[in-house]
């Protein structure tokens, strides 16, 4: 029933914004924009190491998975004012099950200055922060696929809110400018103050209580991210997050935690001679939590290089990176490593469509339990339709 009213409900808006955009149009005004875009995988093989039997038989369970995937789906919408001033954005995630991303107005004060409020997608690195219909590879690196949910509220040990998903975004404001040449931002800024909790939570005590029930003022997420293109081949990033709330309530009978977040990354973006793209990236970052009577210091960094080589202009592209991603509690007996490489192939046939096959070679390893080479081939087909209505 809450899924078939989500539907009826994106119909109705559908239809409402389709008939005050034609209004509009005739009066020459606003415009309005929908978008859908869709990536559905085809895992050709992954392997599985799981150790599992079937009971009476014995027989080994299979140890490979290979099948298709619905991984992702939005559609939103966006609207502008016919002088420039303000907009508004509305996407919805669809995999799943349909939640809210980005839902929040922009007021564009000066070309070099705008502000937003609502939810959106908090500072991160590059690749953090570009939608994955823009990513080079099917998937993200294990850091940026950490860095968000690590720097809100999500955590790597058992507690209240060990499941909580970020999505990349955050309920708050936010300002973003940029000072501009004639080809490129020359040096661009985002600063986000917000809840700290991720997507579809919001803080809120007696009079609407929300997934955080207290906290006291000025406990909230920080962050910064600066771009900076002093040539028009090379963009460099730098991004710096803190997370406080000391003494939430997660209910009026509780428990009690304790949250301190921080992250910082750098990149670097870059067009080379010959024609290909390189990406580098480092972050780190660091909890120092207090849940349930336990005290949770839990470091965690990653690094990482890409490489993309363009042909037949730009249809097709060939694909390398390697990723590494660390984590560990502050007493060093527990350290988790991930090395991921990872080649593929691209091919876009039409603006609106790209199929990626990437082949993706993991290696896993800790104190604890021999390493893991959960390997896997897989392809992304990718759909993204978008018009003025």
């Not at 669809?94 to 980005?102: F, G, I, K, N, S």
């Not at 404001?173 to 985002?190: E, H, I, P, Q, Y």
């Not at 509780?254 to 067009?271: E, H």
Request: charged letters at 20%; aromatic letters at 12%.
């Amino acid at each position: 029933m809450r899924y078939l009213m989500q539907l009826a409900a994106a119909v109705i808006l559908i239809l409402f914004l389709q008939s005050a955009a034609a209004r509009n149009a005739l009066a020459g005004e606003e415009s309005l924009a929908i978008e859908s875009n869709a990536s559905i995988w085809w895992i050709i093989n992954e392997e599985v190491e799981n150790g599992l039997f079937q009971n009476g038989s014995l027989d080994p369970a299979a140890g490979s998975a290979s099948g298709f995937n619905f991984r992702a789906g939005r559609l939103a919408f966006s609207w502008r004012s016919a002088d420039g001033r303000y907009e508004a954005l509305v996407r919805i995630r669809l995999e799943q099950r349909a939640d809210m991303l980005d839902l929040y107005g922009t007021w564009n004060f000066r070309p070099w200055l705008r502000a937003s409020i609502g939810q959106m997608r908090i500072p991160s690195t590059r690749e953090g922060m570009t939608p994955w219909y823009d990513l080079d590879f099917i998937g993200k690196s294990s850091f940026a696929k950490h860095i968000s949910d690590y720097s809100l509220s999500r955590t790597p040990y058992i507690s209240s809110v060990m499941a909580v998903k970020s999505y990349d975004r955050d309920l708050g404001v936010a300002l973003k400018g940029a000072v501009t040449s004639t080809d490129r931002d020359l040096l661009s800024w985002f600063i986000m103050v917000s809840n700290g909790i991720g997507a579809g939570s919001y803080i809120g005590g007696r009079e609407d209580p929300g997934f955080v029930y207290t906290n006291a003022v000025g406990d909230y997420y920080y962050g910064l991210r600066v771009e900076a293109s002093p040539l028009s081949i090379v963009r460099l990033g730098l991004h710096l997050s803190r997370n406080i709330h000391d003494n939430i309530a997660l209910g009026d009978r509780g428990p009690v935690l304790d949250l301190d977040r921080s992250a910082r990354t750098a990149d670097l973006s870059a067009s080379l001679p010959s024609g290909q793209r390189l990406y580098v990236f480092y972050g780190d970052g660091r909890m120092d939590d207090y849940s349930l009577a336990q005290h949770y210091l839990y470091e965690y960094g990653g690094w990482g290089i890409s490489l993309i080589q363009p042909l037949d202009s730009g249809r097709f592209e060939l694909c390398a990176r390697f990723d590494r991603f660390t984590a560990e509690y502050a007493t060093g007996s527990l350290e988790t490593v991930d090395e991921n490489i990872t080649f593929g192939i691209n091919f876009r046939p039409d603006r609106r469509i790209r199929l990626m096959l990437n082949y993706l070679l993991k290696n896993r390893s800790n104190s604890s339990e021999p390493d893991l080479e959960d390997n896997i081939l897989y392809l992304d087909f990718q759909f993204n339709f978008d018009t003025k209505v």
